[in-house]
């Protein structure tokens, strides 16, 4: 009986001190603003004065913020003088609807251009301005693992490879934290598709995370000094990210992470599973996105013991030591919401991080750099709807005018070039909305009180359109809608047709499904039918409010065959020395692609003008690969990605050859749909419930090098104005040399890339990227390039990280399939 006699009263003490400290207490003096102690020491200070309310405080943010100019906020604690925290949205330029802001390249340019001082110098003036906005926590950067090229955050990322993306990753990181301002790594971890992200099980090995998921992450902790990460919305083997103490215990023991845990925005399902794994920070707070699971309910679970005081105050002392280390106390935020953070030395880091990531997919003929007397510009995304960035949270709002490429290119071409501007497709913006003759009646609707269009309807009526903006008055929160009608075509030809809104929606012509729009935010999908005069077909609309984070809303859209967009586009180039085609697709958080293929009638555009002129080149502003059944038509292909606001003078830099064109891929780009790994429904997306990792390690060009596979564009890829020879090569188990000189009539940039193969025993992919550096040199020149090669370069995860005895393979190479040198060492038992 002793136990628990003594156990009882063991708790009732504690509960009575515990209940002390509820009451504010005078303020104290401030030893914990002497900067010359440690972070720790001063965060140890600071916690010995805080009660149980004010740690509470510290661990919770105070609800979503709408049109503040911030994402997320912990309000200050003015007794003990501890700053609130603001936190923003990024990662390429201050989001939230800031205005006043630089819109830099997407992140995924960032990784294109295998430049680690360029990024460092990125993450420096974004954190500038995040400071000057009045922000203090960057939710920046995004380092998942590109499993997919269909994911529909490609361009937030770093590419397919965890090596790139932790050298990319640490330099940003540091960037950002030099300017005080806390980086936040995300979305840990397996966080790699949109569709059933919410909770969906990722059932992935440990070898994998170790070796393919969990790298970018210890190199932006242990190289960039990350004082946030951020937690996912899936579950990993069974457990939601944010209470996995298997996944957290690795990120905080193994990869000696000493900073917060916050969760993704509504990720948090519990109160005593998530604080005791390890979630020290619940975002945003309040009720919006689901149930508080911190706050009040934290403070009871405390108080009864479920979580212990300990167990918080290691909470709150991970946020306030970061907050020490990185400046947030003794470097106050420059700005305010109001303050116009942009500034030229900004724009020209933008235009520079933009020609330096634009890779040289193609260059057949010498077709570039442009020498000409005459040019056809042709696309809507060259004009004024150019697609410098993407949607969801990593929107930007870019201060000053946008530069578009039809802009930059008429500026660069001077009097010397006469540029001619043609649009030749509606783009991929929304179309206006379908009404009218053409649908007879108009559209049968039928609305149901449940997600799947089950049951008797609830509501049917007549509607001219399918435009919808609110849900109808009597339907729950999750409810579904059918619409249905027939079209009558006025002519024959190619119809356009769109949805564009937020939830679930799939449109059918004739029958047959021609596409689909899933939406968690807002974004549109478009399709092409060639249809007949005076041939009736059946249409209909279906859709599914759940998804709809910002309300639901559909738009169906349309337009009838335009032949004259086409046959300009196609004048023109017939006219012109050569002709630049811009294109582009069009992802947003919140949604994956259902294609690789472009969007709406550009596959088209590119093959009417390729046949109009030999000398077409395509640019694409793409989050990543698209499919090119041109590609053997045209003479030149260039992949732009996002670029961000100097979108045109960054691309007429590099097509007059002004900037010789530095960058990589940093991902792998599939000859067609069916190459590369998650190819079966279980392993992408999965049903909803469970999704399968059964590739393992297999991610990316280690798939295609694996598997044989031989794609359209491989990783690491990417030409030169000028040529570059390789020779002597020396390898030891430490040192790799290589010499690399330019041969070629131009200044010109290498990224020399190092591969290392493992012995046969590791049961590793036959490649893996181990090392990089960039060279620029004048033609003639010679420079030495070493790398050096470290126990964790040979190691393999195995229980332990382990160096295999037996022959390493080294091969140094302009891309993971055009290798210069080979050579071995051994490794012995």
């Not at 490879?161 to 971890?189: C, F, N, W």
Request: hydrophobic letters at 40%; aromatic letters at 8%; one cysteine or more.
């Amino acid at each position: 009986m002793r136990g628990p006699a003594f156990g009882a009263l063991a708790v009732a003490v504690a509960l009575v001190s515990l209940a002390g400290q509820v009451h504010a207490v005078a303020a104290p003096a401030r030893p914990w603003m002497d900067t010359a102690q440690s972070p720790r020491t001063r965060a140890e200070r600071l916690l010995a004065q805080m009660t149980l309310d004010e740690k509470i405080t510290m661990v919770h943010g105070d609800g979503f913020a709408f049109n503040t100019g911030y994402a997320g906020h912990v309000p200050a604690n003015t007794r003990l003088g501890i700053p609130g925290l603001y936190l923003s949205d990024g990662p390429n330029g201050v989001g939230n609807g800031s205005t006043g802001v630089t819109a830099f390249p997407a992140a995924v340019n960032g990784a294109a251009t295998w430049d680690t001082g360029l990024m460092r110098r990125y993450g420096t003036a974004y954190g500038e301005e995040q400071s000057a906005k009045g922000h203090n926590i960057a939710l920046a950067p995004t380092i998942n693992i590109l499993r997919t090229p269909k994911w529909g955050r490609a361009a937030e990322t770093f590419g397919e490879d965890p090596y790139l993306t932790g050298r990319i990753a640490a330099a940003e990181t540091a960037g950002t934290q030099s300017r005080h301002v806390i980086a936040t790594p995300k979305h840990y971890a397996a966080n790699n598709q949109e569709l059933f992200r919410s909770g969906i099980d990722v059932r992935v090995s440990e070898r994998a995370l170790r070796e393919i998921y969990l790298p970018g992450f210890e190199a932006a902790v242990r190289e960039g000094g990350a004082g946030a990460v951020m937690c996912s919305y899936p579950r990993v083997n069974g457990t939601y990210a944010c209470e996995n103490p298997s996944t957290l215990g690795t990120l905080k023991t193994d990869l000696g992470f000493d900073g917060l845990v916050m969760s993704d925005w509504g990720a948090t399902h519990s109160t005593v599973g998530s604080a005791n794994a390890g979630l020290d920070l619940e975002m945003p707070g309040g009720t919006l996105l689901g149930p508080e699971y911190y706050g009040t309910a934290l403070k009871a679970a405390v108080l009864a013991g479920q979580v212990t005081m300990a167990t918080l105050d290691d909470k709150v002392r991970r946020i306030l030591t970061s907050m020490f280390r990185i400046g947030l106390f003794d470097h106050p935020p420059t700005g305010g919401r109001d303050t116009t953070a942009g500034t030229q030395a900004h724009r020209d880091l933008a235009r520079d991080l933009a020609a330096q990531g634009t890779v040289l997919l193609k260059n057949e003929r010498g077709v570039l750099p442009l020498n000409v007397r005459s040019l056809a510009v042709i696309g809507d995304d060259a004009g004024q709807n150019a697609q410098i960035g993407m949607g969801g949270s990593a929107a930007v709002t870019p201060t000053g005018a946008v530069s578009t490429p039809i802009g930059g290119i008429t500026a660069r071409a001077g009097s010397k070039v006469k540029v001619t501007y043609a649009r030749g497709t509606l783009g991929t913006k929304p179309l206006p909305v379908l009404s009218g003759g053409t649908l007879g009646s108009g559209f049968t609707a039928s609305y149901y009180s449940g997600p799947d269009l089950s049951g008797p309807a609830t509501i049917t009526r007549t509607e001219p359109s399918v435009d919808l903006t609110a849900a109808p008055a009597g339907l729950p929160a999750s409810w579904s809608a059918r619409w249905t009608a027939t079209f009558t075509p006025p002519a024959t030809g190619a119809y356009r047709f769109s949805l564009d809104g937020a939830g679930d929606a799939s449109l059918y012509v004739g029958g047959h499904k021609v596409a689909t729009n899933h939406q968690e935010f807002s974004g549109v999908s478009h399709a092409v039918v060639d249809l007949t005069a005076g041939q009736a077909v059946p249409i209909s609309v279906e859709y599914a409010s759940a998804a709809a984070l910002t309300g639901p809303a559909l738009h169906l859209g349309w337009a009838a065959p335009d032949p004259g967009l086409t046959g300009d586009a196609v004048a023109a180039a017939r006219r012109s020395d050569a002709a630049v085609v811009f294109v582009n697709d069009v992802t947003s958080e919140g949604s994956d692609r259902t294609t690789l293929a472009l969007p709406g009638d550009q596959d088209r555009l590119i093959q009417a003008v390729a046949a109009a002129n030999p000398h077409t080149i395509v640019v694409l502003n793409t989050s990543g690969p698209v499919l090119m059944p041109w590609a053997g038509r045209v003479a030149g292909v260039l992949e732009a990605w996002y670029p961000g606001q100097e979108d045109g003078n960054a691309i007429a830099s590099v097509l007059f050859g002004d900037v010789d064109p530095a960058g990589k891929l940093p991902m792998t780009f599939p000859a067609d749909e069916r190459q590369g790994p998650a190819k079966t429904p279980a392993e992408y997306p999965g049903d909803g419930v469970t999704v399968h990792y059964d590739e393992g390690v297999l991610v990316g060009y280690r798939w295609y090098d694996a598997k044989g596979e031989k794609p359209m564009f491989p990783f690491g890829h990417g030409l030169s104005y000028t040529t570059f020879r390789y020779g002597g090569l020396k390898v030891s188990r430490d040192t790799v040399r290589v010499r690399v000189t330019n041969i070629g009539r131009r200044d010109g940039t290498e990224v020399v890339q190092l591969y290392l193969g493992l012995p046969a025993s590791a049961g590793e992919p036959p490649d893996q990227l181990k090392g990089f550096q960039k060279v620029r040199l004048s033609p003639g020149r010679t420079a030495t390039v070493t790398f050096r090669l470290t126990s964790r370069s040979l190691s393999t995860w195995d229980g332990a990280w382990r160096v295999r005895p037996g022959t390493y393979k080294v091969a140094v190479g302009s891309s993971s399939r055009d290798i210069r040198a080979t050579g071995r060492f051994t490794v012995a038992r």
